[in-house]
């Protein structure tokens, strides 16, 4: 099969993180006989430098070419880097939202899966642990106040910021459904997580959601609070099997529920539009204090690769060969410094792609 895939680098740990998902992909090629063509992309930190804007037509352009994109991560350190002395429309984070927008990419999937041999990087009590888990966070993307208007203004002498969370029906049934058809392949429980005792537009979240459950009458539905869903991750993250939830919930519960699967290092994602295309990228950040070092746990950006197979591409089998290679490194014992433990040997980013590629 001939793939085109779109790459963007990005900032920070990006570059060696996108190097160790490019290797493990190329052994893909070779083993399966396709053919997967990159284009280089620019993006945030990098295409402020380059360009002078964190995203520019021609990225979206070249991007809209390709069947998928993977990227590493955007950003550096606000303390010191002269990209937040910009305003913000204009930072690296500005473009990731641009380009999720200008995609559409409003579905946002981020699994958490307990891995047995991460078991000790867990920092949950050994009985919660012992449960295990495997949960995927279906994020909306596209809205919410991550969208909404906003304005930093002074009234009457004060300084006042004021940001808009909103949703309109149509886009709270898009995600719905979304969540609604993973949860037929796997075991058929969605849990909305809103905040409906206080906010309006998740009293029409719930709604909508409701009204689009009738449609899915094998997946049970329940609906819980976001505080009351953050407590449960670590009382008892077994509970979950899809988590539906709006875009600014998703992104603060996603970090949770990777910490609580060991490490954030572990956590892919994919975002979807309503075609095949989609932008992978693991969930963390571009990690500037750890930035060329060598250190980055590359596993997030190359099982988001595998996501990439899977999703835009329709290779299942290639998509668990990755995956499969992954959990061999780690019951060989091999760990990067953010899983590490007792008994485990040390493998820095550039070793743990090798040992993944070596493994398909
Ligand atoms: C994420 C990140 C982004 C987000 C940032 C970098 C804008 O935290 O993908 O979770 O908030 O969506
Ligand atoms: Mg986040």
């Not at 350190?77 to 473009?95: I, V």
């Not at 407590?231 to 990777?258: C, K, W, Y």
């Not at 999703?311 to 060969?321: C, G, I, P, R, T």
């Amino acid at each position: 099969m001939k793939c085109s895939i779109g790459v963007i680098s990005g900032d920070g740990i990006g570059p060696e993180i996108v190097r160790e998902a490019r290797k493990v992909l190329n052994a893909v090629a070779a083993k399966y006989g396709h053919d997967f063509e990159y284009t280089d992309l620019l993006l945030g930190g990098a295409s402020i430098d380059a360009h002078g804007v964190p995203l520019t037509e021609e990225t979206i352009k070249k991007a809209k070419a390709c069947d998928a994109v993977l990227m590493g991560s955007i950003g550096g350190d606000p303390k010191t880097s002269p990209w937040y002395q910009l305003e913000p429309s204009k930072r690296p984070e500005a473009g990731l939202l641009g380009i999720r927008k200008a995609l559409n990419l409003f579905a946002n999937l981020r699994p958490a899966y307990l891995y047995e041999e991460l078991r000790s990087a867990c920092p949950l009590r050994g009985d919660i642990s012992a449960a295990g888990f495997d949960m995927i966070i279906i994020r909306e993307l596209t809205g919410g106040l991550y969208f909404g208007a906003r304005r930093t203004e002074e009234v009457d002498g004060v300084r006042t910021a004021t940001d808009t969370l909103s949703y309109n029906e149509n886009e709270i049934r898009r995600i719905a459904r979304r969540a609604f058809d993973i949860a037929l392949k796997r075991k058929k429980k969605v849990c909305s997580v809103d905040k409906a005792n206080v906010l309006d537009s998740s009293r029409l979240w719930r709604k909508v959601v409701e009204e689009t459950a009738k449609d899915y009458p094998e997946v049970a539905l329940s609906h819980m609070y976001v505080d009351n869903c953050a407590m449960q991750l670590v009382m008892n993250p077994a509970q979950f099997d899809v988590i539906l939830t709006e875009n600014m919930f998703g992104d603060i519960l996603s970090d949770e529920a990777s910490m609580v699967a060991g490490s954030i290092g572990m956590l892919a994602s994919a975002s979807l539009n309503d075609t095949k295309f989609g932008l992978y990228e693991p969930s963390h950040g571009s990690a500037p204090d750890i930035a060329g070092q060598n250190k980055a746990n590359p596993l997030a950006t190359i099982l988001s690769a595998a996501m990439m197979l899977r999703y835009s591409f329709d290779l299942d089998k290639e998509a668990e060969a990755v995956e499969t290679a992954v959990r061999q490194v780690l019951k060989d014992g091999y760990r990067t410094g953010d899983i590490m433990s007792d008994g485990c040997a040390y493998a820095d980013t550039e070793r743990m792609g090798t040992l993944v590629a070596e493994r398909i």
